[in-house]
Nanobody, 113 residues
């Protein structure tokens, strides 16, 4: 299984970005897929996760970010609206498949004030 993330960039506060993560290999619709981030000098934190039954979000992004997935395309998206400077981080996609966790390569999101 391999993951490839796209969509990071530089945006002004209040703007939007959409991240995409494409998974290749034996992927199943019940595999959990999600997004994490690591800001400079901080621990990696879970941003959002999509399972076969529901989606969940970190409190800091709830109401601003939306995770979705297209199982036919083995892709998970993270729509990020009303971005804040504190959202600046490297964002990583994650897939749980047969008890193993896979990571994408990370994509930089920078929000300027």
């Amino acid at each position: 299984v391999q993951l490839q993330a796209f969509g990071g960039g530089l945006v002004q506060a209040g703007g939007s970005l959409r991240l995409s993560c494409v998974a290749s290999g034996s992927i199943f619709s019940f595999d959990a897929m999600g997004w994490w981030r690591r800001a400079p000098g901080k621990e990696r934190e879970l941003v959002a996760v999509a399972t076969s039954s529901d989606n969940s979000y970190a409190a800091s992004v709830k109401g601003r970010f939306t995770i979705s997935r297209d199982n036919a395309k083995n892709t998970v998206y993270l729509q990020m609206n009303s971005l804040k400077p504190e959202d600046t981080a490297v964002y990583y996609c994650q897939l749980d498949n047969w008890g193993l966790r896979y990571w994408g390569q990370g994509t930089q999101v920078t929000v300027s004030s």
